[in-house]
């Protein structure tokens, strides 16, 4: 797939919480030239949604499951997408922030 221009530069975090509409912004941000993406993979739950909910009959446990499925190329489903550069744990922002200085200065 070919990536469209775009002259802005532009850094995106994500990790496992990142999951839903935010994977579809990420599958739009793929598509654009000078965009990179820092963290750890997404959730994955962007391929179905979870819209119908029904009740187990013999247990009465509520459970909720997607009615409609697509398929992206860069990402699957309980995987997300995979980050440009791996950075984890807690501390994640604080270290980008600090890359980034670094690079600027």
Known sequence: MEQK??????????????????ESLISHLNTLKNVV?????????????????????????EISYGDQLSFQDKCTEG???????WIGGTDALERVLAFLKNIND
Not at 6 to 19: R, S
Not at 55 to 60: D, T
Not at 79 to 85: E, L, Y
């Open 5 to 22: 221009k775009n002259k802005t530069k532009l850094i995106v975090l994500m990790d496992g919480n990142t999951a839903s509409a935010a």
């Open 37 to 61: 993406f820092i963290g750890t993979n997404t959730s994955g739950c962007f391929l179905s949604n979870a819209n119908m909910k029904c009740i187990l009959p013999n247990s009465e446990i």
């Open 79 to 85: 995987k997300g997408f995979q980050p440009d550069i």
